[in-house]
Structure formats: structure tokens, C-alpha cells
């Protein structure tokens, strides 16, 4: 899984997770440490974010009760505009044989 925000004229660094992702490990590999730091840097920012079920986990929506969200419908992806940049970033991608260059190609491109 490939995880990334976009906030006016900025963009958190791309992170890559192995395997299953709970609302444990979204809150303690994402969350935690690159959401919070974020959105502290952008005082004011909506935090807007898709419903997959590691973010509407209780862990995970208990973190974000202290920052302002935007309430999203389920099953609604053309309507976030970060998806209209992952769209763009597949159409770019070859085909990577590991995950380490999957990893590697979504760093350059």
C-alpha cells in the first residue's frame, strides 16, 4: 500500500507498507508519525480522507478527533482530488517484479 496527502501547494513524502493494513498499524505507521506533523505544519487544513476501514476504525477515529475532518461518503474516490494524482502516477508506472521497485518508481516519478 502506498499512502500520500496533497494540501494546497504541498505534498507529504509517499509511504510504503508491506502486508495488511488495521487501524492499529494505520494510526501507528501513518497516522502518528507523518498525519499529525503534517497537519500541525498547515494550521486551519481540513483533514479529508477516503473511508476505507483502517481510517474509520474506532483507533483510528479516535486519533483524529483532534483535528478538523471532512466528512466523506462511502465509496466515493472521483470525488478526492489526491485520487485524480494516483490515477496519474499509475498510468506512469511499468511494471515493477518486487516491491522494492514498485517502492523505488512511485519515489521518482
Not at 497537519?39 to 476504525?57: K, M, S, V
Not at 496519474?88 to 522494492?100: D, T
Request: aromatic share 8%; glycine share 4%.
Amino acid at each position: 500500500m502506498v499512502w500520500g496527502a496533497i494540501a494546497y501547494d504541498i505534498r507529504s513524502t509517499l509511504i510504503v507498507m508491506l502486508g495488511t493494513l488495521t487501524g492499529k498499524r494505520n494510526v501507528d505507521n501513518i497516522f502518528r508519525p507523518h498525519v499529525r506533523p503534517f497537519l500541525n505544519g498547515l494550521p486551519g487544513t481540513i483533514f479529508q480522507q477516503d473511508n476505507a476501514r483502517p481510517r474509520t476504525a474506532r483507533v483510528a477515529q479516535d486519533f483524529l478527533r483532534h483535528f478538523q475532518t471532512h466528512p466523506w461518503p462511502a465509496r466515493s474516490p472521483d470525488l478526492s482530488p489526491v485520487e485524480h494524482e494516483w490515477d496519474k502516477l499509475k498510468r506512469l508506472m511499468s511494471s515493477c517484479p518486487s516491491v522494492h521497485d514498485l517502492e523505488l518508481a512511485v519515489q521518482d516519478l
